[in-house]
């Protein structure tokens, strides 16, 4: 999970961020055991790593009833970074090696610490990288061996961090699982209702949809006035608009893709949604790694 944080432990989330959580878990433990026979090099990458673990706020209106002073009660869950650690110790074979990418050097090192102290049978197997989850990312795609390798990869921005590039490096190793946690909230944040958009924030989305045509999928143009037909953009874009142009686009690298459950917060804004890019084109490989994240996906949409 990203840092919001260098201080403390990170607070975030609510219902939803542990769900997400618990869907990548369940299917890294269903990962493992279509994998325990295969040779490759079995790789699990966290490209927001955090601290490992996280101070999850559940307010009182998620808990179900009203407290006196409606303070939010407060939880720690293990990250997912943790998870994958935990998983890998109870299957028949685990992960090879683990690859946790945190931007923060404080985050860096209390996961490192936290990791190695937890799991010391694993520790070999730890790779705790301080850096830009996109510069790192196109490092280990360019480094590994993908002939002997396969890998899982979690990519679990706070916000719009994730470049289109960095997407299309991973789809190109077609050896790749990858969820990916999509920023709706903040895209829907971002697009005015009409006229002129801030440019650093254009420039933002074209990074992250790794296209300038959203422009022309999100906006409409009104006519303004009949006699010089001036006209303005305003905003035609809606949740399901935006998640369909998303999945669109990760149809245009990935050799198949999940469907998508949408994360909201209490009030039911969407914050996030989920979906899962695959980038094995064999059809044994695409169709079991689908079935099995659909099958997660429409838990999560319950």
């Known amino acids: ?52 673990k996280q101070q999850l706020k559940t307010s009182a209106l998620d808990l179900g009833f009203l407290a006196e002073d409606e303070e939010a009660r407060v939880e720690f869950l293990e990250g997912s970074a943790m998870r994958a650690l935990k998983v890998s110790s109870q299957a028949t074979r685990g992960f ?35 850096a830009d989850a996109n510069t790192a990312i196109v490092d280990y795609v360019r480094y590994t061996n993908w002939k002997q390798t396969r890998a899982l990869v979690f990519l679990d921005p706070f916000g719009l ?20 946690l ?27 949809f790794g296209s300038t045509d959203w422009r022309d999928e999100f906006f409409a143009e009104e006519k303004q006035g009949e006699l010089f037909g001036d006209a303005s953009r305003i905003k035609s874009a ?19 893709v999940s469907d998508f459950a949408v994360l909201r917060n209490s009030t039911g804004y969407p914050m996030f949604a989920l979906l899962m890019g695959i980038t094995n084109p064999s059809s044994k490989a695409l169709n079991t790694a689908r079935r099995i994240s659909n099958h997660l996906i429409a838990n999560l949409n319950r």
């Open 1 to 52: 999970m990203g840092v919001l944080c260098s201080s403390a432990m990170e607070a975030f989330g609510g219902p939803w961020s542990l769900k997400k959580l618990d869907c990548v878990e369940s299917y890294a433990v269903n990962y493992l055991k279509v994998m325990q026979n295969q040779a490759w090099a079995l790789h699990y990458v966290d490209a927001f790593a955090g601290q490992g």
């Open 96 to 130: 090879d090696q683990f690859i946790f990418i945190e931007a923060s050097h404080q985050s860096k090192e209390k996961l490192a610490e936290r990791a190695r102290s937890e799991w010391p049978g694993l520790a070999d197997r730890i790779r705790v990288v301080e």
């Open 238 to 256: 809606n949740e399901s608009r935006i998640l369909a142009y998303i999945k669109k686009r990760m149809q245009s690298v990935f050799a198949g």
């Open 161 to 180: 961090q994730v470049r289109w590039e960095t997407i299309e490096d991973l789809a190109r190793t077609r050896a790749c699982d990858i969820w990916y």
């Open 182 to 208: 999509f920023p709706i909230g903040g895209v829907i944040r971002m697009l005015p209702s009409s006229g002129p958009m801030n440019a650093s924030w254009e420039a933002k989305l074209d990074s992250l």
